[in-house]
């Protein structure tokens, strides 16, 4: 088929790229003539591992290209994928001006009938409104689909070349048959639904995901005081097949593009039909504060941290990715800045992303582990990054001024920990 997608973001540029690793002949348009021209050279402006291996070997056989000019492209497309960013307003709810302008220009630019496949989040209702938005602008024949993306950072291609399910949300058969002719060969899990339905599931999988991290959080807090394990807790309420294993990882709380911003948007919405979500409202609350215990625990053990040297190991919001969008380190960092304490960071690619959101005289730069320890009356754990778990923690111990270490993401056994004089306080687990 030929595609064209919207937006050079994650899921656009991913899922342009897997479409053409498919066989598909796509086309990745974008506003930015700088993504453009570092796509066109061979640079991919995201870091995603795999991402350039399959980017080059598609622009090479020639399935794959990537372009400022709009009209042509959709012109030149069976499929146009809307793949543009909904950001946050200031009260949470999504700012649609991305899709509005791609679906203005779409509109004036197609020539025949058109399947506009939206995969941007966006608010229940909207895709309707976009249908109704590219009517009014032409006369050529159209339908809107929306098909959700569940793709995550880090193993984006893994989890678009191989989804646990596609959702098709639209009352047209034709575009039904395009959009499950697109995604046939990706799983048998194709569930067909309305267009609101589509929508709603992709903000309700979200803040469900959201609530499983919260819920494993207090329930951490609370291992915390009555001196229970929440690993084992995690672990044996795993294993009953309804609750199931995966999310329920304590640590800072969740951070990143996506569970922040969809969460605050979901309460928006039903805010707007009058319906108020006070789970989810909690759910966000908890994880506000979440990121607090690092900084109470610091403050625990070493009393008043005013000219304290703290290392923090880990700035992105989850490892394997360079993202620090809404990651809790960022307000850590500020918090103890705040304090009076000099932060010796370190992160394996997030660093550079990092100093352009908060840059102060009193962070030290590092570029390594143990640079990042030297010194130092305590070390903070951030991000469950590899080569974290590798160090060689009775170095580390040596290395600092005092031995105090807050491992915000439990990634240490006890039993590494016993063999160090290390004074170590992790998540939810006994001291
Ligand atoms: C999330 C969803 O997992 C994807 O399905 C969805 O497509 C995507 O948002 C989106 O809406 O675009 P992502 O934000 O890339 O993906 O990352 P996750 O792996 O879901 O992690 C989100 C945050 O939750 C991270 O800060 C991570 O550290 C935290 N987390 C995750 C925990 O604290 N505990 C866990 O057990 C799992």
Redesign the pocket.
Known sequence: MNISVIGVG??GLVSGVCFSELGNKVICVDKDITKIEMLKRGEVPIYEPGLKELIDKNVKAGRLSFTNELSESVQASEIIIIAVGTPSLPNGEANLQYIEQAAREIALAINEYKVIMTKS?VPVGTNEKIAQMIYELTEHPFDVVSVP??????SAIK?TLYPDRIIIGTDSKPAEQKAVELHSTLTDQIIVTDIRSAEMI?YA??AF??T??SF??EIANICEKVNADVTLVAKGMGLDKRIGP??????????????PK?TEALIQIAGNANYEFKLLKSVVEVNKHQRFNVINKLEDLLGNLSSKTIGIWGLA??PN?DDVRD??SIEIVETLIKKGCIIKVYDPIAINNFRKVVNHENIVWCDSITDAAIDCHGVCLL?EWNEFKEVDLKNIEKLMKLPVFIDG?NVYAKERIEETGLNYYSIGRPD
């Open positions: 994650y899921v989040t993306e569940f793709l995550r950072e880090g989890d992709k999988s979200n995901l959201a499983k991290i494993i959080n995966s999310f329920l990882n304590a640590g800072i709380g969740y951070g990143g593009s996506c569970f969809d919001f989850k990715t990651a809790p991000t993401r």
